[in-house]
């Protein structure tokens, strides 16, 4: 994955040309099979993408991926108001996380800041004519004039995609919640906030149960808060959460039914040589995620992503720069917010290639076995499908070519925040303000 290696291709894009601050893409995320991606945006709506069966026929055969068009999009959220703090809760979709398929409908978790809801997405073709008690349109018959019985009969109609609320998950979280996680045995999930993680059973609505506590008895005495969390994809008694410290904490439900104590933490020893009124900072950790194997841990911060391995306590087993070219910047990026900026980061589907996000609409892919990374451009012409992205490279020294972007010239309004990986192919999905990009 070298900067000249070819570059990977792009299907298409979804975008309007009129961007509000309700319309910019807050998380992306494809189900279990990779044929529905769903995104969230700041304005508390959810649009889920479709991947066109016939296109997916067509591409096997030349090789190409198919395209994905716009499948369903309902509000899931609205402007709420804390009457109790005086605080408005924002609409904003913090997190999707579709549930394995059971049937013909597939379910997804939306969260905000505070609540979280079960959505069950299904298809109708057919509706039942032919009631007894009922006439055509629906109004209720004198039973008097029924004089036989009918057997309502199924006809064929146009193809409907329904999105009902299944579940409302409220009053769960005191602080905004950062994360939530589909447990491998189907049946619960995790929420987190700054200071507490909640597990949650699907079919239980007024009660969770809280496995994680930071929150000291005096506020003032408050060194780190929770950042993200996520559980194992095989083993369901093992999840990991981070903190603002840098640190990774792995907790076992086996052992405690309150996770306060750890199973394993792991952790990088700061250099005394690089500390700085900014290290702290910098090394929050923003995302945290399992491997497809569950054997490695894959994190970002502020200018690295990291692979822990399980078994490996004592520091990262790989290290990747991001935009290292921005440590002399760190002044004038506190001084814009920049720096409290959370990155996500993904694997692909062999854990072979990571992938995470930079500036200038630019996102980092590294490829593990060569150690080598490529930075590519996600730019309005890739909206064509089939467009091949652009390698760039950011200058820092020494001779520029022809393209090179300085390190004054980076747009830092154009930040790619939020992307996912395919389940088992090489397909992408990029969120770029108020648009994807796969």
């Known amino acids: 994955m070298g900067?000249?290696?070819?570059?990977?291709?792009?299907?298409?894009?979804?975008?309007r040309d009129y961007v509000t601050e309700a319309d910019v893409i807050s998380t992306v995320e494809f189900n279990q099979t990779g044929d529905l991606l769903a995104t969230g945006d700041k304005g508390g709506r959810v649009v889920i993408f479709q991947r066109e069966t016939e296109s997916k026929g067509e591409s096997e055969e030349l090789g190409e991926s198919g395209e994905y068009n716009v499948y369903s999009t309902f509000q899931s959220h609205e402007p709420d108001f804390d009457y109790l703090k005086s605080l408005e809760i924002e609409e904003k979709i913090n997190k999707i996380r579709w549930l394995p398929q059971q049937n013909a409908a597939h379910f997804l978790l939306s969260t905000n800041d505070k609540t979280i809801k079960l959505w069950k997405v299904s298809e109708r073709d057919k509706r039942p004519e032919g009631y007894n008690l009922k006439d055509e349109e629906g109004r209720i018959k004198d039973i008097s004039t029924v004089t036989s019985l009918r057997v309502p009969v199924l006809k064929p109609t146009d193809l409907m995609v329904e999105v009902r609320p299944r579940r409302i998950f409220a009053n769960g979280h005191t602080y905004h919640v950062n994360s939530i996680s589909v447990n491998s045995d189907g049946e619960t999930y995790l929420s987190a906030d700054d200071?507490?993680?909640?597990m949650w059973h699907l079919d239980i609505?007024?009660?969770?149960f809280n496995i994680v506590d930071i929150k000291p008895a005096n506020m003032e005495d408050l060194t780190e808060v929770i950042t993200a969390a996520e559980f194992h994809p095989h083993h369901c008694q093992l999840f990991v959460y981070s903190s603002s410290k840098g640190t990774l904490r792995l907790c076992d439900m086996r052992e405690s039914a309150l996770c306060d104590k750890h199973s394993k933490i792991f952790e990088e020893p700061e250099d005394p040589g690089n500390r700085s009124f900014f290290s702290e900072i910098i090394s929050s950790v923003s995302d945290v995620k399992f491997s497809h194997s569950g054997r490695y841990l894959l994190t970002r911060d502020y200018l690295t992503v990291k692979v822990w391995d399980l078994n490996m306590e004592k520091g990262p087993v790989e290290t990747y720069q991001v935009h290292e070219y921005l440590r002399s910047k760190l002044c004038s990026l506190y001084e814009n917010d920049c720096i409290f900026d959370k990155f996500e980061c993904v694997w692909n589907s062999t854990d072979s290639v990571i992938m995470t996000g930079a500036y200038n609409s630019f996102f980092r892919m590294f490829d593990r076995e060569t150690g080598r990374g490529v930075t590519l451009e996600a730019w309005r012409e890739?909206?064509?499908?089939?467009?091949?992205l652009r390698t760039r490279r950011v200058y820092t020294g020494g001779r520029r070519r022809r393209g090179d972007v300085g390190v004054d010239s980076l747009d830092f309004t154009k930040k790619i925040l939020h992307m996912a990986w395919h389940p088992a192919e090489n397909i992408i999905a990029i969120a770029t303000c108020n648009r994807v990009m796969q």
């Open 3 to 15: 900067e000249d290696s070819e570059s990977p291709k792009i299907n298409h894009s979804f975008l």
């Open 195 to 198: 200071l507490r993680i909640n």
């Open 205 to 208: 609505t007024d009660r969770s």
């Open 382 to 388: 890739n909206s064509k499908p089939r467009a091949v």
